[in-house]
């Protein structure tokens, strides 16, 4: 059977001016790699028409197939012309659909079609004709509602992460932008009376007891990078893998590279901040960084270096590399490193000698290390949601080739009916320390509304749970820890009905296992 058998493409019209921004798709919204999708920058400058997507429907980026930009629609809306919107036929399921649109067979045949070199257009009747296994309903449904469980674990990890990542971000900028630090008696710095002065050097107030430092003080080390080779080699056998910056921001799967076996003085250490110094663009910085924690060792097999374009940088004391490297982030974020490049033969470069040169706080140890150990939590936990993503990602990949082709099938229940072990376990969340990290955050002097993001935020719940917490903080209630943990909950919970019937299974925010029936 072919998949205009089982599918059409949306032909149904509904105008730009009728839709709001978080519901327009386009290809720049959507996301490599199967990830989804984000909200657009904005909507089409004059009123136009635009396919009328609906929910259960599956777009795919029409432009350069090979970046397998693939959404399950959840919502209807609009989408751009060189976004194809595929609707299942009566009698088939939507899910299974999803299933064959983002399978890496299937982007390589829409390659194989694609016209144009630099921006390869599919070729929608060629896409059309894509060859796919004769199935029945009910299997078709089971192997669409695996396939489907496993992407929404997938895609919850990945903005549980985000989350992670805006709660330490925010967790800096209080402390050590807005100064509102835990005191002696763990509340707010400068919120609650904190003496600042006026520093010369940084022309800023500062809290009382601080003053300056050149960057330059804290670094223990700062080390080049080491491209390597190929393949392996006498005197050059040290496996590793290799950051570039093209992997500053994911830091998984990296290019296997063999360095000299001399110059294990290139491996990175945890801890460790790799800086990108070379590239860029002219809307761009240099500048970007990493920081590589315990995961990013254990996943890329133990041994790192950075390639030939960045540096790597140790501190003196490895506690001080969170403030460090978060300071770094926002520096960038804010375009301060532009500030810091110079261009040699067309290429910028990053001035690094000029940076570590720089005046800056010289924070106490002890704030230091007690930033250093709430971060160290955070990212204990990204790091564990990237393994299970990885895992989940390979379970996959392994799985859906002999689903289509027959070597393997799903009952009702998605027990797979071949020799290949899959833990259905892992479909579902896992998240039981969200008691720890409260503390570890101390929500309970953090007066600000805090940086989550879950699928109620359209309906208006999202808001009125994060004001909820905060007004209870603010009039210092002793159940706002109730209150956040429920709510944390709430946007790092999936539910996955699956092909489980009516039962919905998941894990409850104080570790319990619960099931009910719907």
Same mark, same amino acid.
């Given at each position: #059977?072919?998949?205009?058998?089982?599918?059409?493409? $949306?032909?149904?019209?509904?105008?730009s001016?009728?839709?709001?921004?978080?519901?327009?798709?386009?290809? =720049? %919204?959507?996301?490599?790699?199967?990830? @989804?999708?984000?909200?657009?920058?904005?909507?089409?400058?004059?009123?136009?028409?635009?396919?009328?997507?609906?929910?259960? =429907?599956?777009?795919?980026?029409?432009?350069?197939?090979?970046?397998?930009?693939?959404?399950?629609?959840?919502?209807?809306?609009?989408? %751009?012309?060189?976004?194809?919107?595929?609707?299942?036929?009566?009698g088939?399921?939507? %899910?299974?659909?999803?299933?064959?649109?983002?399978?890496?067979?299937?982007?390589?045949?829409?390659?194989?079609?694609?016209k144009?070199s630099? #921006?390869?257009?599919?070729?929608?009747?060629?896409?059309?004709?894509?060859?796919?296994?004769?199935?029945t309903?009910?299997?078709?449904?089971?192997?669409?509602?695996?396939?489907? @469980?496993?992407?929404?674990?997938? +895609?919850?990890?990945?903005?549980?992460?985000?989350?992670?990542?805006?709660?330490?971000?925010?967790?800096?900028?209080?402390?050590?932008?807005q100064?509102?630090?835990?005191?002696?008696?763990?509340?707010?710095?400068?919120?609650?009376?904190?003496?600042?002065?006026?520093?010369?050097?940084?022309?800023?107030?500062?809290?009382?007891?601080?003053?300056?430092?050149?960057? %330059?003080?804290?670094?223990?080390s +700062?080390?080049?990078?080491?491209?390597?080779?190929?393949?392996?080699?006498k005197?050059?056998?040290?496996?590793?893998?290799?950051?570039?910056?093209?992997?500053?921001?994911?830091?998984? =799967?990296?290019?296997i590279?063999?360095i000299?076996?001399?110059?294990?003085?290139? !491996?990175?250490?945890?801890? =460790?901040?790799?800086?990108?110094?070379?590239?860029g663009?002219?809307?761009?910085?240099?500048?970007?960084?990493?920081? $590589?924690t315990?995961g990013?060792?254990?996943?890329? @097999?133990?041994?790192l270096?950075?390639?030939?374009?960045?540096?790597a940088f140790?501190?003196?004391?490895?506690?001080?590399?969170?403030?460090?490297?978060?300071?770094w982030?926002m520096?960038?974020?804010n375009? +301060? #490193?532009?500030?810091?490049?110079?261009?040699?033969?067309?290429?910028?470069?990053?001035m690094?000698?000029?940076f570590?040169?720089?005046?800056?706080?010289d924070?106490?140890?002890?704030?230091?290390?007690?930033?250093?150990?709430?971060?160290?939590?955070?990212?204990?936990?990204?790091?564990?949601n990237?393994?299970?993503?990885?895992?989940?990602?390979?379970?996959?990949?392994?799985? !859906?080739?002999?689903?289509?082709n027959?070597?393997?099938?799903?009952?009702?229940?998605l027990?797979?009916?071949?020799?290949?072990?899959?833990?259905?376990? $892992?479909?579902?969340?896992?998240?039981?320390?969200?008691?720890?990290?409260?503390?570890?955050?101390s929500?309970?002097?953090?007066y600000?509304?805090?940086?989550?993001?879950?699928?109620?935020?359209?309906?208006?719940?999202?808001?009125?749970?994060?004001?909820?917490?905060?007004?209870?903080?603010?009039?210092?209630?002793?159940?706002?820890?109730?209150?956040?943990?429920?709510?944390?909950?709430?946007?790092t919970?999936? $539910?996955?009905?699956?092909?489980?019937? +009516?039962a919905w299974?998941?894990?409850?925010?104080?570790?319990?296992?619960?099931?009910?029936?719907?």
């Amino acid at each position: #059977m072919k998949l205009n058998d089982i599918a059409e493409f $949306v032909t149904d019209k509904i105008s730009s001016s009728s839709i709001s921004l978080d519901r327009y798709v386009t290809t =720049d %919204s959507l996301l490599q790699n199967r990830r @989804g999708r984000e909200t657009a920058q904005n909507l089409p400058p004059m009123p136009c028409a635009l396919t009328h997507y609906r929910q259960g =429907d599956v777009l795919v980026a029409n432009i350069r197939p090979y970046l397998k930009k693939v959404w399950y629609a959840d919502s209807e809306g609009g989408c %751009s012309s060189d976004v194809l919107a595929f609707r299942a036929k009566k009698g088939h399921c939507s %899910s299974f659909l999803y299933t064959v649109l983002m399978q890496d067979a299937f982007c390589d045949y829409a390659m194989s079609g694609a016209k144009g070199s630099k #921006m390869p257009r599919g070729d929608k009747d060629q896409i059309m004709r894509y060859e796919l296994p004769t199935l029945t309903p009910m299997e078709e449904e089971n192997i669409g509602n695996m396939m489907v @469980g496993i992407m929404s674990k997938i +895609n919850v990890n990945r903005q549980i992460n985000d989350n992670l990542e805006a709660i330490a971000k925010q967790l800096y900028d209080y402390w050590f932008v807005q100064f509102d630090f835990p005191n002696e008696e763990g509340k707010p710095y400068k919120s609650n009376g904190g003496v600042m002065v006026w520093n010369e050097d940084l022309h800023m107030s500062i809290p009382c007891t601080w003053n300056t430092c050149l960057l %330059s003080d804290y670094i223990g080390s +700062n080390n080049t990078g080491d491209w390597g080779f190929d393949e392996p080699a006498k005197k050059r056998s040290i496996k590793v893998g290799c950051i570039r910056g093209a992997d500053i921001v994911k830091l998984n =799967d990296l290019p296997i590279r063999y360095i000299k076996d001399n110059n294990t003085s290139k !491996l990175l250490s945890a801890w =460790d901040i790799v800086i990108e110094v070379s590239g860029g663009s002219p809307t761009q910085a240099t500048g970007r960084s990493a920081f $590589v924690t315990p995961g990013v060792l254990k996943r890329n @097999g133990g041994n790192l270096t950075c390639s030939n374009f960045c540096h790597a940088f140790t501190m003196k004391d490895y506690k001080a590399s969170a403030y460090f490297y978060f300071m770094w982030r926002m520096f960038y974020d804010n375009n +301060n #490193m532009f500030n810091f490049e110079g261009k040699t033969s067309g290429i910028k470069n990053f001035m690094t000698d000029t940076f570590l040169a720089n005046k800056w706080l010289d924070v106490p140890t002890a704030l230091l290390d007690l930033f250093f150990e709430r971060v160290k939590v955070i990212y204990e936990q990204i790091d564990n949601n990237i393994e299970e993503i990885n895992a989940l990602t390979k379970q996959r990949d392994e799985l !859906l080739p002999l689903l289509m082709n027959g070597q393997a099938t799903v009952n009702y229940h998605l027990s797979a009916s071949t020799s290949i072990s899959f833990d259905m376990s $892992v479909l579902f969340l896992n998240f039981t320390n969200v008691n720890s990290l409260y503390e570890t955050i101390s929500l309970n002097y953090q007066y600000f509304t805090l940086p989550l993001h879950s699928k109620e935020n359209t309906h208006g719940n999202f808001q009125d749970d994060k004001r909820h917490i905060q007004q209870r903080q603010r009039q210092g209630d002793k159940h706002a820890r109730e209150c956040f943990l429920a709510f944390f909950y709430k946007c790092t919970t999936t $539910v996955h009905q699956a092909a489980f019937g +009516n039962a919905w299974c998941y894990r409850g925010y104080k570790g319990k296992n619960i099931s009910e029936s719907k």
